[in-house]
């Protein structure tokens, strides 16, 4: 049985770091690209950062570009979010999710590309 849960949000105030990570079970972790989502309240949901299966590729929301960094440790199956400089507007629940079916080496900023979904951390950031 394939799960994924996140952990590391919280309460934060602008301007401060946080570390989120994802925890993979069930699932070969080196065969699945993983990204980050986000749902904000009354939002839908976007994309936020992926990594590919292969070489660790990333690929960034313009919106979070130069601020976050995602990252996979392939021997613990585990992907990590670092964000930094946080602002009120990136408050939502993020997600982790796993893709078995995009090219190795690429990755995808589509929610239907993925298989596999967490359910979620909530991130809060005061002003």
């Known amino acids: 049985q394939v799960q994924l849960v996140e952990s590391g949000g919280g309460l934060v105030e602008a301007g401060d770091s946080r570390r989120l990570y994802c925890e993979a079970s069930?699932?070969?972790?080196?065969?699945?690209?993983m990204a980050w989502f986000r749902q904000a309240s009354g939002k839908e949901r976007e994309f936020v950062a992926a990594?590919?299966?292969?070489?660790?590729?990333?690929g960034y929301a313009d919106s979070v570009k130069g601020r976050f960094t995602a990252s996979r440790d392939y021997g613990k199956s585990l992907m990590s979010l670092q964000m930094n400089s946080l602002r009120p507007e990136v408050t939502a629940v993020y997600y982790c999710?796993?893709?078995?079916?995009?090219?190795?080496?690429?990755?995808?900023?589509?929610?239907?590309?993925?298989?596999?979904w967490g359910k979620g951390t909530l991130v809060t950031v005061s002003s």
């Open positions: 999710a796993a893709d078995q079916r995009n090219n190795a080496y690429g990755w995808s900023d589509k929610g239907s590309d993925y298989d596999y």
């Open positions: 069930g699932l070969t972790f080196s065969n699945y690209g």
């Open positions: 990594i590919s299966r292969r070489m660790g590729r990333t």
